[in-house]
T-cell receptor
Framework: GAVVSQHPSWVICKSGTSVKIECRSL??????MFWYRQFPKQSLMLMAT?????????EQGVEKDKFLINHASLTLSTLTVTSAHPEDSSFYIC?????????????FGPGTRLTVL | AQTVTQSQPEMSVQEAETVTLSCTYD???????LFWYKQPPSRQMILVIR??????QNATENRFSVNFQKAAKSFSLKISDSQLGDAAMYFC????????FGAGTILRVKS
């Protein structure tokens, strides 16, 4: 159990376009989802925390108008990279909090590789 | 604020041998959790082991065990009987009010 999926797994887009990445908890309800960014050979950096039905909380230095997060249901959160530029190329990973006795454990999606040309 | 430090960018171990990955952390939270995650080349994050800070007993999961020294804020991972499939990037992480990762340690396993 506790499977998280992401779609797409990789995407290539032109500079100036917007890209939407979906994160789904497949077999549990996730009141909280998290979005991370990872550059090659580096660690995961938390971008924002997404709570169902409310606005996302962004980490310092993350542009909320550029990285739009929507958590419309207990099983789906989306990250939209607006007006993408080559420097936005990265690996984006989502995770979901299962709650309950494992409330602090996060289950990670497989990641989405974004390449902006 | 939370910080996690992994001072070993890379480690190597011979197959079937034991290796220890180091991690130190700092947190102002009184209730927190510590984790070791494995990230293989597929980049899927896999939970290796977790430790509740209020528990004195070191966590163990098969060949993986931790040495949790709360006063020293140290949380090292020991991998016994290393296997080729253990080769990956390993991240230490702490959770107080959010999950904070260390820089990672690349583990290479030699056959």
């Amino acid at each position: 159990g506790a499977v998280v999926s992401q779609h797409p797994s990789w995407v290539i887009c032109k500079s100036g376009t917007s890209v939407k990445i979906e994160c789904r908890s497949l077999d549990f309800q996730a009141t909280t989802m998290f979005w991370y960014r990872q550059f090659p050979k580096q660690s995961l950096m938390l971008m924002a925390t997404s709570n169902e039905g409310s606005k996302a909380t962004y980490e310092q230095g993350v542009e909320k108008d550029k990285f739009l997060i929507n958590h419309a249901s207990l099983t789906l959160s989306t990250l939209t990279v607006t007006s993408a530029h080559p420097e936005d190329s990265s690996f984006y990973i989502c995770s979901a909090n299962a709650g309950g006795h494992r409330g602090n454990e996060q289950f990670f999606g497989p990641g989405t590789r974004l390449t902006v040309l | 604020a939370q910080t996690v430090t992994q001072s070993q960018p890379e480690m190597s171990v011979q197959e079937a041998e034991t290796v220890t990955l180091s991690c130190t952390y700092d947190t102002s939270e009184s209730d927190y959790y510590l984790f070791w995650y494995k990230q293989p080349p597929s980049r899927q994050m896999i939970l290796v082991i977790r430790q509740e800070a209020y528990k004195q007993q070191n966590a163990t999961e098969n060949r993986f065990s931790v040495n949790f020294q709360k006063a020293a804020k140290s949380f090292s991972l020991k991998i016994s009987d290393s296997q080729l499939g253990d080769a990956a990037m390993y991240f230490c992480a702490s959770y107080g009010n959010k999950l904070v990762f260390g820089a990672g340690t690349i583990l290479r396993v030699k056959s």
